[in-house]
């Protein structure tokens, strides 16, 4: 939401950064986890934050010199994660942390078309990371083989597209600056955080297996307790015309968790759309939600 305009006027972004404070369960903890697409230790190799005082401003948290310390990430929880680091003494302080490093696999692109604007986009996702660092969610490569993405700059705007076909991923972006160079990288690395976010599954080993079943109501009375259960394998949901309002509506419908667990389990459901939209859905009471 803070790189949307409000009030009709547009909000600078601001580097994103998660809070590292001491939990009396866990430790020293960040709260981000693995909805938040943070990835736990790969052998010996671990996601890395910077750690930075409670006030600092954005501008500091570009700075390595404003940094007091490092820490690691140890273990990844679906809400939080925790660290350690040598800078984490007082249990009482809380710090800003920006992600520097991770072992998560960096989503492969392809740049093309004129040069102008491949080497502006090239110089973008080589600052984008924290700290003016490359970026660490998007590598470049030379050939399409293994791309997830590539990005096509011709006639002066930046198209991101799949490796084989010229449609357009997500709205196109005009001019070769490095204002909008700068937006096409922050895209590329949402996109890759997205389909971290997509990719998140339960081991075999996780408690909520045979414990947790999503039921879907559908249909006009979608939100009352006597509405009809989804049971079919394909859920097809429709708009419908509405003759009174003169108007199409949206189709309506409820999620309902049940738990055969003795354990209280904590949930978040996510809406994720082809246009790279990761959307956290509101229950409207416990154990119920309504989308519409």
């Known amino acids: 939401d803070l790189s949307q305009p409000s009030l009709g006027g547009a909000i600078a972004p601001s580097l994103p950064y998660f809070t ?80 520097v490093s991770s072992p998560m696999p960096p989503l492969q692109v392809v740049l093309q078309g004129e040069e102008a604007g491949v080497e502006s986009l090239q110089q973008a996702l080589g600052t984008v990371g924290p700290l003016s660092a490359p970026s660490v969610y998007v590598r470049v490569i030379d050939t399409l083989k293994g791309a997830a993405f590539r990005v096509v700059a011709s006639g002066g705007t930046y198209v991101i597209t799949s490796p084989l076909e010229d449609r357009p991923l997500v709205p196109p972006v005009n001019s070769y600056d490095p204002t909008s160079a700068l937006k096409v990288a922050q895209n590329l690395e949402h996109i890759a955080r997205w389909r971290t976010i997509a990719a998140l599954n339960s081991p075999a080993s996780s408690q909520i297996h045979g414990a947790v079943e999503a039921k879907i109501y559908t249909g006009e009375e979608a939100y009352k307790d006597e509405a009809t259960e989804i049971t079919d394998a394909q859920i097809r949901l429709e708009y419908a015309y509405n003759q009174t309002k003169q108007a199409w509506t949206p189709p309506r419908f409820r999620i309902k968790l049940h738990t055969t667990s003795e354990t209280t389990l904590h949930c978040a459901l996510f809406y994720l759309t082809e246009r790279f939209k990761a959307d956290a859905i509101k229950p409207d009471r416990v154990g119920s939600v309504v989308r519409q």
């Open 20 to 99: 590292v404070s001491y939990h009396k369960e866990y430790g020293w903890s960040v709260d981000g986890g693995a909805i938040h697409g943070l990835q736990a230790p790969a052998g010996d190799q671990t996601t890395t934050l910077s750690l930075f005082p409670f006030d600092a401003q954005p501008d500091q948290l570009k700075s390595a010199d404003s940094s007091i310390g490092v820490a690691t990430i140890t273990q990844v929880h679906p809400q939080l994660s925790q660290v350690e680091s040598e800078a984490l003494i007082n249990t009482s302080d809380t710090f800003k942390a920006v992600v």
